[in-house]
């Protein structure tokens, strides 16, 4: 059995629809993000397992506990808030502390355990301080610390590493995966930076206008997204539009406007003839050319443009490239070099597309990294 789960669970605000029939399980001891842009009902969803709000509709246990109804106090949850909400009159050994003194545990063993949850975060020495004498790092820790001590079955996290830098934000999210690793606790995170889930999280729940997009792993998301939205958010993705022009049992044919192309079975996903759809494309997976080569053979999407814009990243540079088909696309290209002004060919085979059929009323795009 699941430690949590959490089945049509649905909360509305007047008219609008916050949390909308949202179903996932989180296994004992992973680590689960729920990924999605601001507003789409992140907090809401956490703020209902703690039980800071009942939800309109929907359930939700805890290792077979129904959670609904029951105070925030009573269960077996504790929540890493996104600006920590430490007692900044209070130490540090008291602020983790704080949970263990409520609940009647003794002086003596409070200390114990404080001590070992200061030694877990690194923080020892540190219990006499008070939160303003500590780096924005140093109080996460704090209430790393504060959410752990009395061992819940359960840490949820609000977007606590927004507000540190990034080499810090990396460096946290190392180090909480060696405390849920050492503390055998089971994480459910959320946050609208897709590098902070992918680098952290066993399971990803994707989340968008109150609805799941898609449950998987990092893999599964980054390899088989099912929607272009989730194409987009979890890593970059070049969209390009078209139109089903045949189909069989081997895969289709697209007309992105440069004639068709045939897409095998495996990249061409729940498409039908006539249907508009949204080629994807990586791009890692789009090649840059000199624009003397000939135009590639069957099974390639291959157009010619201008290179507009070159970034470096260290071991490959990202090429913005303006197409004449098909309007700027970006190429992430290992060990070739064109200037910006320069006309070239870019191309990528049919096999590596995922192809969408585009939601010509969608209006909902994905915050910009
Ligand atoms: P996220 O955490 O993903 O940014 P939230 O869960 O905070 O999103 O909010 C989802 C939607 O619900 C937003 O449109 C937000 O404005 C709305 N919302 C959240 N809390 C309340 C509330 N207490 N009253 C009214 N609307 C709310
Ligand atoms: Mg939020």
């Given at each position: 059995m699941s430690l949590l789960n959490v089945r049509g669970l649905t909360k509305e605000f007047g008219d609008l629809t916050a949390v909308d029939d949202v179903d996932f399980d989180i296994e004992d001891g992973e680590f689960v993000s729920i990924l999605g842009p601001s507003g789409s009902g992140k907090s809401t969803v956490l703020r209902m397992v703690a039980g800071f709000e009942e939800p309109t509709d929907g359930a939700i246990s805890l290792d077979g506990v129904d959670l609904v109804g029951s105070p925030p106090f009573e269960r077996d949850v504790n929540m890493v808030f996104q600006n920590l909400?430490?007692?900044?009159?209070?130490t540090v050994a008291e602020n983790i502390g704080y949970g263990l003194k409520q609940q009647g545990v003794p002086a003596s063993e409070r200390r114990e355990r404080t001590e070992r949850m200061l030694e877990m975060v690194r923080l020892e020495g540190y219990g006499d301080r008070t939160p303003s004498e500590l780096s924005g790092g140093e109080q996460q820790r704090v209430a790393l610390a504060r959410a752990l001590v009395n061992e819940p079955a359960l840490v949820l996290f609000d977007e606590p590493l927004s507000s540190l830098d990034r080499k810090l934000r990396q460096h946290m999210q190392t180090e909480l995966q060696r405390i849920q690793a050492e503390t055998d606790t089971t994480f459910l995170y959320v946050t609208h930076d897709q590098e902070v889930a992918l680098a952290v999280s066993d399971r990803l729940v994707v989340l968008d206008e109150g609805r799941i997009q898609q449950v998987g792993t990092v893999e599964d998301l980054y390899e088989a997204p099912e929607s272009k939205f989730v194409a987009d958010f979890i890593g970059d993705v070049n969209a390009v539009e078209g139109r089903v022009t045949g189909a069989d049992g081997d895969g289709v044919t697209v007309d992105a406007g440069t004639g068709d192309v045939r897409i095998p079975a495996a990249a061409a996903g729940d498409v039908a003839v006539g249907d508009p759809v949204d080629v994807c494309v990586r791009p890692y997976l789009v090649r840059v050319e000199g624009?003397?080569?000939?135009?590639?053979?069957?099974g390639t999407f291959s157009t010619t443009g201008v290179v507009r814009n070159r970034s470096y990243q260290g071991s490959d540079s990202l090429y913005g490239v303006e197409t004449e088909a098909w309007g700027r696309l970006t190429a992430e290209v290992r060990s070739a070099s064109f200037d910006i002004g320069e006309s070239v060919r870019v191309a990528w085979d049919a096999a590596d597309v995922h192809l969408y059929r585009r939601d010509e009323s969608s209006t909902s795009e994905p915050e910009a990294a």
């Open positions: 909400a430490l007692f900044p009159h209070l624009d003397d080569r000939a135009d590639a053979a069957d």
